[in-house]
């Protein structure tokens, strides 16, 4: 059989997948780095893995999307564009693939028409295959994405999202996929996207196969997660029922979180007769052999709570949100707190709220709802806007039931039947002026962006700001192996540093001397490969330690109400929605915080003017920390 390869079209790659007599395989490295290492991979490491992952024969590399397009800038330092084109020189022949959220994209938020459309078609250039979903499972939610992947000449995969629960039945699930065909048509690709690892194999060989006789020449393509260490056997289930691609990673890296190992997969279908086609088991070793001894410096990403959780089929946490969510629990000090939250309060929420899907960002506004709920001890006391969103239906309907009319009331309050009949409905939102972007965008950076630059832009724009300057001032610092990139603790002045790019080049820095002047200005000198690089770095601000002290959550509402406006809870500022000198009414929006890829409004208590601001974009705040201030009006 010709093996799939970029030089196909989406016709002949489905006609190939049609035809064949056994399996294949995804490579989901991007998964396996966001559920298992924070998203933390560098390109440096997937850089090395390209030539045998090239070789090895898979249907395709899923490699960008998700988390990782933002993280790709916030923590990696590394164009996500510039990431695909390096990786497609070393892997000319296997498809790329990517994760996106439809309205959500690649980001938490639903973005405007236009946004998607211009999104979808840059990233075509380089991704071949469309894993698209909706953690309601809208599909007009994901229609946008859809169109421009087919018009791109790309492969579409939409998702239909996975759960257990008597509300999951296959009848329901046939019947989305038929109005997800309504919409795409039957030259596709279905992936039944099981983002949590739940249900048994026996659940999943049921449902592939309640699909595949209702749509007997659908090509399937099966994701799950291995959190409960079951997924090779729900693999199985699914191909022996029918599905033809199946996702799993390399074991070098493989975690507890992600998805399971390639060879254990094709080793456990061999003894069934199943074939993983055009697949090379020596290039797949080889992948592994080659990156194994980078695990270590990734360590420091892994979930603090190691080994496999059977109590997934409880909490449903998909793999993405454990590490994430353990890590919240670890900074804030409510580790303890866990097992109440995973096994108790979580899946109350889940049922009080529909028992949708856990997944972004559905599986951020369960999570930040059953936190709060705990550790504010008044369930639904303190609810996030995206909580408040979804309950007005912003994000599309309840697919089984609603919420009851009490946890309306303790979100909205008394009027909240008025508000739901006002504001309820699905959230409309206007194109965006993208050429005026594009000026705000050059302003900010000096000079034109391209136009790559401002898709990033419009997706993060803070954050992607903050990156673009960070490389026109640094350079392209993907060449740092992860030893040098992701080291603890800063270098020695004197410290020699060699190492190993990608290619095999040996680099040489050396860190200092340094020299100090009557203003305090230190300049440090470091020689990169024999050349002489300067930095010059302001005295330090040394006025002294403050001591800071810890608020309340009644004593910051009791600031607010005078004017004084604090964080509530540990997030970044994501938006400063006020000026200095702007009056502001009872209920305006002053900032909005994000956590946990959650973005909350903080609304003014008071009406009166703005006269200071304390907080910056971008800025970590923890509870109690200054936004702004306002000078309440006199009565």
């Known amino acids: 059989m010709t093996r799939i390869t970029t030089a196909m079209n989406p016709a002949q790659v489905l006609d190939t997948l049609h035809r064949a007599d056994g399996y294949f395989i995804t490579n989901t490295a991007r998964d396996m780095s966001q559920s298992d290492y924070k998203n933390r991979i560098l390109l440096h490491t997937d850089l090395l893995a390209a030539p045998s992952r090239d070789a090895a024969g898979y249907f395709s590399l899923e490699i960008t999307g998700g988390a990782s397009v933002h993280v790709d800038i916030l923590r990696k330092q590394v164009d996500p564009f510039l990431k695909l084109k390096l990786l497609r020189e070393q892997m000319p022949d296997t498809l790329f693939q990517t994760l996106c959220r439809g309205v959500n994209l690649f980001g938490y938020r639903p973005y405007p028409q236009n946004v998607i459309r211009l999104t979808v078609r840059e990233f075509a ?4 295959v469309w894993r698209t979903f909706d953690f309601m499972n809208h599909v007009p939610n994901m229609q946008a994405v859809f169109e421009e992947v087919a018009k791109a000449g790309k492969i579409n995969e939409p998702s239909i999202c996975f759960s257990t629960g008597p509300e999951h039945t296959d009848q329901f699930y046939v019947a989305k996929v038929k109005e997800i065909m309504a919409v795409t048509g039957d030259e596709i690709i279905l992936c039944i996207k099981n ?9 999943i060989g049921d449902l592939v196969d309640a699909i595949k006789q209702a749509y007997p020449e659908l090509i399937i393509h099966y994701h799950g997660h291995n959190t409960d260490g079951n997924d090779i056997g729900r693999i199985t289930a699914a191909v022996l029922n029918g599905a033809t691609i199946v996702d799993a990673s390399d074991h070098a890296f493989n975690g507890f979180y992600g998805p399971p190992p390639i060879l254990s997969v094709i080793q456990t279908l061999k003894d069934y007769g199943k074939t993983a086609i055009d697949i090379n088991e020596d290039a797949v070793i080889e992948t592994s052999e080659t990156i194994h001894d980078q695990r270590p410096y990734y360590e420091q990403f892994e979930a603090q709570i190691k080994g496999f959780l059977p109590t997934v089929q ?3 946490l998909p793999g993405g949100a454990m590490g994430s ?4 629990a670890a900074k804030g000090g409510f580790l303890n707190k866990m097992p109440d939250i995973l096994h108790h309060e979580l899946p109350r929420v889940q049922k009080e709220l529909g028992n949708w899907w856990s997944v972004t960002p559905g599986s951020q506004i369960l999570w930040t709802t059953a936190v709060g709920n705990v550790l504010d001890g008044e369930r639904y006391g ?6 408040k969103n979804l309950l007005l239906g912003k994000y599309g309907p309840f697919p089984f039931y609603s919420p009851a009319d009490w946890i309306y009331e303790k979100v909205f309050g008394p009027d909240w039947k008025e508000i739901l009949e006002k504001e309820g409905g699905i959230l409309e939102i206007e194109d965006m002026d993208i050429d005026q972007e594009r000026r705000t965008l050059a302003e900010r950076l000096g000079r034109e962006p391209t136009e790559q630059q401002l898709v990033t ?3 993060h ?9 960070f490389e026109e001032k640094f350079g392209k610092s993907y060449v740092l192996p992860p030893s040098i990139f992701l080291r603890r603790g800063g270098f020695a002045l004197g410290e020699t540093l060699v190492f190993q790019d990608h290619t095999g080049k040996e680099h040489l820095i050396e860190i200092g001397p340094e020299q100090q002047d009557k203003k305090g200005e230190t300049t440090i000198y470091l020689n990169v490969d024999h050349h002489q690089q300067i930095f010059v770095f302001a005295p330090e601000q040394q006025a002294g330690t403050k001591v800071k002290v810890s608020l309340s959550k009644e004593e910051i509402a009791g600031l607010a109400k005078a004017g004084d406006i604090r964080a509530g809870f540990s997030g970044n500022v994501c938006e400063i929605s006020v000026e200095a000198g702007q009056d502001v009414a009872v209920g305006d929006r002053v900032a909005i915080l994000e956590a946990m890829k959650m973005q909350t409004p903080v609304v003014s208590e008071v009406a009166g003017k ?11 705040l923890q509870p109690g920390d200054k936004i702004l201030k306002i000078d309440p009006e006199k009565e």
């Open 125 to 128: 250039k380089y991704v071949d």
């Open 195 to 203: 983002h949590g690892g739940l249900g048994t194999p026996k659940r």
């Open 314 to 316: 409880i909490h449903k």
């Open 325 to 328: 969510s353990l890590e919240q």
């Open 382 to 387: 303190n609810p996030s806007g995206d909580l």
């Open 457 to 459: 832009f419009l997706q």
């Open 461 to 469: 724009p803070n954050d992607a700001v903050e990156f673009f300057k």
């Open 610 to 620: 703005v006269v200071k601001i304390s907080a910056k974009v971008g800025q970590a």
